[in-house]
Nanobody, 116 residues
C-alpha cells in the first residue's frame, strides 16, 4: 500500500504563489519510475478536475486554465505543484493522485484559497 499526504495549501492574495507537495510513503519501491502522478482540484459545487499530470517518463500535461502558471514536478516518491499568478478561480481543495499498476492512490486534499 501507498499513502499520499499533501501539504502547502493556504490563503493567498491574487497574483501570489503557492507550492503544494505530495509525499508518498509505504510500499514506494519503484513508485517514482512506475507511477503517473497528478494533481486534481475540486471547487465547491463543481466536479473534480485534472489540473496537471506527470508520467514516469516526465512527460507533462496541464489543464488549459493553468497553462503557463502551474508547474508539476517530481523527485523520487514526492511530487509538487508550483502555482504562480494565482487567481480567485483557482480556489479549491487540491488532491494529489498516483496510479501504479492500475491501482489508484489519493491524498486527503489540501485547501487553497485565493482571495483579497
Amino acid at each position: 500500500q501507498v499513502q499520499l499526504v499533501e501539504s502547502g495549501g493556504g490563503l493567498v492574495e491574487p497574483g501570489e504563489s503557492l507550492r503544494l507537495s505530495c509525499a508518498a510513503s509505504g510500499n514506494i519501491f519503484s513508485f517514482s519510475s512506475a507511477s503517473t502522478m497528478a494533481w486534481y482540484r475540486q471547487a465547491p459545487g463543481k466536479r473534480r478536475e485534472l489540473v496537471a499530470q506527470i508520467t514516469p517518463g516526465s512527460g507533462t500535461m496541464y489543464a488549459d486554465s493553468v497553462k503557463g502558471r502551474f508547474t508539476i514536478s517530481r523527485n523520487y516518491a514526492n511530487f509538487y505543484l508550483q502555482m504562480n499568478s494565482l487567481k480567485p478561480e483557482d480556489t479549491a481543495v487540491y488532491f494529489c493522485h498516483a496510479v501504479r499498476n492500475m491501482v489508484n492512490y489519493w491524498g486527503q486534499g489540501t485547501q487553497v484559497t485565493v482571495s483579497s
